[in-house]
């Protein structure tokens, strides 16, 4: 057990290089099952997640090895298990991606059912609508979810709600499906191209990702390729939000800017300027903190996971910023934390409304959920004295060597090991 000391008060300056995105490489490591052959993997990120996933399929009998610190090649040529690894599963979201990804490959798959972060209900229906309708039947049994089909065959499926889960997962499932799939209110964030756009370079059939109707011809092969990952829209975007929070000069590194318009949008608001370049975006923040509104939506709209990292920067705002959670039931936890360092947040239901105060004061907080730590590390770099964080492992599933990064841009920021004496109390 560790935790992360952030020592406030200090400008941000220099460049920082973003990694691989999360979310689409949780969603491109499971669609490898699909390929009888060889992948290989450039810009995937250096967390836990990939990592938890990378193992999963070498205990299912994939071939896995590192090329160097963010390209791996995966083989599943000789993959020989429908059975998701219970322990490894159990408390990560994105292992039900080798739900679809399994049914694609032989018909059958059992994982079980997704954990991860908690920030309210989360349920599969639509995944299993999805499944259910391109000729799966799915069964929930002590906390395992069987899936088994016959032969799956292509369905016009409506998604009763926008989900970026269902989305990949029936996409998945869908490439191997006889005839043609029509996938409509979809999700279309660019995790979602990107998966469309592996499929495709194995030799899937995926067109319309990206817009509200997703069409899939189903193929019989899918073969091995060579794919680099996209940059990480929220990794950018938070320190992007940090910069603006702390004040300073930041230029952020291997970037795709469309991507980033809807958080430029709001930062440029609070009073930072940005500037963009073929794969860059520099952050200034020289003036005072300018009071936001904001209402998450389902891309392109502001992205539910900047939400808490928004949060953190609105309570040194002038005045009063009002944030709106559209996409999740219980996504303010984190204020509870921002709280005990000093700031004023009044939340009700899916709105919360934060007074800016003039300074915010270091404290010892936790990490409720992977945005939510990186709202604390962002809060503790504008709070005068020391922030210790605690349940870092929530921070390191989406964000690669974050002191490392921060660090080089001039932040204050260290882990520090707990003595086995306060393990066992934290225990």
């Known amino acids: 057990m560790k935790k992360l000391i952030v020592k406030g008060a200090r400008e941000l300056s220099g460049s920082v290089r973003i990694g691989g995105a999360k979310n689409a490489a949780v969603a491109i490591i499971p669609a490898t099952v699909l390929a009888r052959g060889k992948c290989v993997l450039e810009n995937v990120p250096e967390i836990c997640d990939t990592e938890l996933l990378l193992e999963m399929l070498s205990e299912m009998g994939a071939s896995i090895r590192k090329i160097d610190r963010t390209t791996v090649l995966i083989d599943t040529t000789e993959l020989n298990s429908h059975i998701v690894p219970y322990e490894l599963a159990k408390n990560m979201r994105a292992s039900y991606y080798f739900i679809g990804s399994l049914l694609g490959r032989f018909g059958k798959a059992c994982v079980s059912m997704p954990g991860g ?18 000729g799966s039947e799915i069964q929930i049994d002590n906390g395992l979810i069987h899936a088994a089909s016959q032969s799956l065959s292509g369905a016009h499926i409506y998604f009763d709600q926008v989900s970026v889960g269902a989305t990949i997962n029936v996409m998945l499932a869908a490439v191997r499906a006889k005839g043609l799939t029509v996938l409509e209110n979809v999700a279309k964030e660019p995790h979602i191209v990107d998966l469309a756009n592996f499929l495709n ?37 938070t320190y992007m939000a940090a910069t603006a929070a702390v004040g300073g000069d930041v230029r952020i590194e291997n970037v795709i800017p469309k991507h980033l318009e809807p958080i430029s949008v709001k930062l440029r608001e609070t009073g930072a300027e940005i500037t963009e370049g073929d794969d860059w975006v520099r952050v200034v923040r020289r003036g005072p903190l300018k009071k936001v509104n904001l209402k998450t939506m389902p891309h392109p709209g502001f992205p539910t996971d900047m939400q808490p990292q928004m949060g953190a920067l609105l309570t ?26 000093g700031a004023h947040i009044t939340v009700d239901g899916k709105v919360a409304v934060i007074e800016g105060v003039d300074s915010l004061s270091g404290a010892p907080v936790h990490a409720c959920d992977l945005r939510g730590g990186a709202a604390m590390i962002i809060a503790g ?3 005068e004295g020391t922030t210790e964080i605690e349940d870092t492992l929530y921070i390191e599933r989406g964000y690669e060597h974050v002191v490392e990064k921060f660090t080089a841009i001039g932040a204050d920021i260290h882990y520090q090991v707990l003595p086995e004496r306060d393990m066992a109390e934290a225990r």
């Open 201 to 237: 370079s194995m030799g899937a059939d995926v067109r319309g990702a990206g817009t509200d109707v997703i069409k899939i011809r189903g193929v019989d092969v899918m073969h091995g390729s060579n794919y680099a990952i996209i940059p990480d829209q929220i990794e950018a975007g």
């Open 316 to 341: 040194r705002a002038k005045g009063t910023s009002i944030i709106t959670e559209g996409v999740w039931d219980n996504r303010f936890r984190y204020t509870e934390q921002l709280a005990r360092m």
């Open 381 to 383: 770099l504008m709070a």
């Open 117 to 134: 972060c908690n920030f309210g209900v989360r349920p599969i229906d639509q995944h299993i609508k999805g499944f259910e309708l391109l």
